[in-house]
C-alpha cells in the first residue's frame, strides 16, 4: 500500500482554527511515518494474506484528505456515487453520520476522506486525551483501507484469513466504548495499532528529551544570540504564541460546549453511545464483504 497524504499545507477548512489545523497535520503525518510502524504492520498483514494464498501483490494506492461538505459532494459524485440522482444526498447522509469515508475508486486507488466538521475537530483537540480520538480515527480508516487493499490485490474471498474476514462486517460487536468500530475484531485491530504508534511516539519524545539536555546550557546561549540579532521575530513569535492560547481557549470552551451538548442528546435519545451500531445497517450489508466501501 503507497499510502499519500494529501492533506494540504494551507488549512481548507474554515471551521478549524489553524493552530488546531497543524496539530491535526502533524498527528497524521506522525502516523504514516515510517518509523511509526503503523503502516508497516499492516503491510506485514497484507504482504502475508497474499503469500498465504499465493496471489501476487499489486501496486496499490491510499490518498488521505480533509475535505469540506461542498467537496465531498462534489467528490462522491465523481467517484463512487452508484445513483447519481441520490448522490448528493447519500454524501449528505455520510458527511453527517460519520468522521471519515474510506472508500475504493478504483481498480488500484483508495480514498480516505476525513470530514471538516465538528466532530473530527473535537477528535483534534482532545487527541492530547487518554482516548487519542484523532490517532485513532486515522488508524481505524488505515484498517479499512487494508481490507480494501488486500480485495484489490484480487485475494478471493474464500482465501480471507478469519479475522479479515471479520473485520469487514458490521456486526453489533464493537465494544460499548467505540461504537463505531463495526465489530470486536477491528477494534481489538485498531486498539493495537494505536497501542503501537503511541509508544512509538512515546519513545521519540523521550530520545528527544535525551538529547536536548545535556546541550541545554549551549542551546540557551544560541538561542540569546538569536534574539539580539533578530528581536522583531523574536515578538512576532510570542504573539503568535498568545494567539494559540486564545484558539487553546476557544477549544476547551467549545470542548465543554460540546460534551454537554452530547449529554443533552443521549438524555434525548435514552440511547447513547448506541446511535452508530443501528444507523445505515441496511445501506452498509452490500460493504460487509469488504467490496465496495468502509466507513466510521
Ligand atoms: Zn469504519
Known sequence: MDVKNKVPEKNP??????DLYETFRKALSDTLAEKSGVL?????????????ADVKPKKIEVEIFLVTLEEFIKEYAEDVAQDKAKSEADARSKFKDLNAYTYIMDKKTIKIKIFCKRSVIDAVIENDGEQHPL????????????????????????KFSENLKKEGRNDG?????????????LSREVDRLLDGLLKKLKKEKD????????????????????????KTKGKEKEKDKDKGNEQEQDGEKRKKKHK???????????????????????RRKKR???SEAEER
Open 40 to 52: 508497516k504492520d499492516i503491510q506485514t498483514q497484507i504482504d502475508d494474506a497474499l503469500k498465504k
Open 260 to 282: 454537554e451538548k452530547r449529554k443533552e442528546k443521549k438524555r434525548a435519545s435514552g440511547k447513547g453511545k448506541g446511535r452508530r451500531k443501528t444507523s445505515g445497517n441496511g
Open 173 to 185: 460487536t464493537a465494544p460499548e466504548v467505540h461504537p463505531g468500530d463495526h465489530n470486536d475484531q
Open 288 to 290: 460487509q464483504e469488504g
Open 13 to 18: 477548512c474554515k471551521d478549524m482554527p489553524d
Open 207 to 230: 530520545e528527544d528529551k535525551q538529547e536536548k539536555d545535556p546541550e541545554k546550557g549551549k542551546q540557551k546561549k544560541e538561542k540569546g544570540k538569536e534574539k539580539e540579532k533578530n
Open 135 to 158: 490517532y485513532r480515527l486515522i488508524v481505524h480508516e488505515l484498517v479499512h483501507a487494508k481490507l480494501f487493499s488486500t480485495t484489490l490485490s484480487e485475494l478471493p474471498q474464500d
